[in-house]
């Protein structure tokens, strides 16, 4: 009989605690969910920006490979057949002679401009690399 007065008298006090332990609660599961949602949101920026690195890179490698003469910007047309590129994703090249401006320097050394574009998380991104080939004798 003694356990259920002691009850009845805490009532309020239990109602009390269980509506703390919900906002309590209710705190934890926000904080919680915003942090997972930003760690989802950078995984998911690095993994695109992973792609365009990916893209650029093999680009990049097999221009290393091909003569002098055949870097030309013609290559763009075929780009993304080549390198079977992402509909997400625009890659562009831009390929200048370093003696554009002067014809008295010989023609040995091409400056080459990779552009990716993508839809990124937050928007529209840019990754551009600039690499310069080099006439070999």
């Known amino acids: 009989m003694n356990l259920i ?7 309020a006090s239990t109602v ?4 703390t332990g919900m906002i309590i609660l209710t705190l934890f599961i926000g904080i919680l969910t915003t942090t ?3 760690i989802y949101k950078y995984n998911m ?12 890179i093999k680009i990049l490698e097999d221009i290393d490979k091909m003569p002098y003469e055949e870097v030309i910007n ?5 780009l993304k057949e080549s390198y079977n590129i992402d509909d997400n994703y625009k890659v562009s090249l831009d390929i200048q002679n370093y003696n554009k401006d002067d014809a008295s320097k010989e ?12 839809n990124g998380v937050d928007g529209q991104e840019q990754y551009t690399v600039r690499k310069l080939k080099i006439k070999e004798r």
């Open 107 to 118: 023609d040995i050394i091409k400056i080459v401009t990779i552009t990716t574009n993508y």
């Open 5 to 11: 007065k002691k009850m009845k008298s805490n009532r």
């Open 36 to 38: 997972f949602y930003q």
């Open 45 to 56: 920026a690095i993994r695109l920006n992973a792609v365009a690195v990916n893209y650029t």
């Open 16 to 19: 009390l605690d269980v509506v």
């Open 74 to 78: 013609e290559l763009n047309n075929s």
